[in-house]
Nanobody, 122 residues
């Protein structure tokens, strides 16, 4: 069982950077694969990136590859999403979650955080 809390969202101009954090309260955080999703108004929830437990392998959607970096600090029970070269189309509520199945569909994840708003202006 784990509780997740995202933070770090805000307003930024196109081309700027932002760093999101996801803090987990569960005792088994280091054993969980984790993922980031985002959802813009009128659109379905979109997979952004995953990171594996101890090996910390990372995976990215083609939309954010080369611009975003996911990392984790298991001692601090925290996952991060470093976002660079931000575009207006990156505007969305960003969520973190525990990956529980071999899929990037949201149905394969659980223990969702409440989300943090990222707004990118042109």
């Amino acid at each position: 069982q784990v509780q997740l809390l995202e933070s770090g969202g805000g307003f930024v101009q196109a081309g700027g950077s932002l760093r999101l954090s996801c803090v987990g309260s569960g005792r088994m955080f280091s054993r969980y694969a984790m993922g980031w999703f985002r959802q813009a108004p009128g659109k379905e929830r979109e997979w952004v990136a995953d990171i594996s437990p101890e090996s910390e392998e990372t995976f990215y959607s083609e939309t954010v590859k080369g611009r975003f970096t996911v990392s984790r600090d298991n001692a601090m029970k925290t996952m991060y999403l470093e976002m660079n070269s931000l575009k207006p189309e990156d505007t969305a509520v960003y969520y973190c979650a525990v990956k529980q199945a071999a899929t990037t569909n949201p149905t394969g994840y659980g223990y969702w955080g409440r989300g943090t708003q990222v707004t990118v202006s042109s």
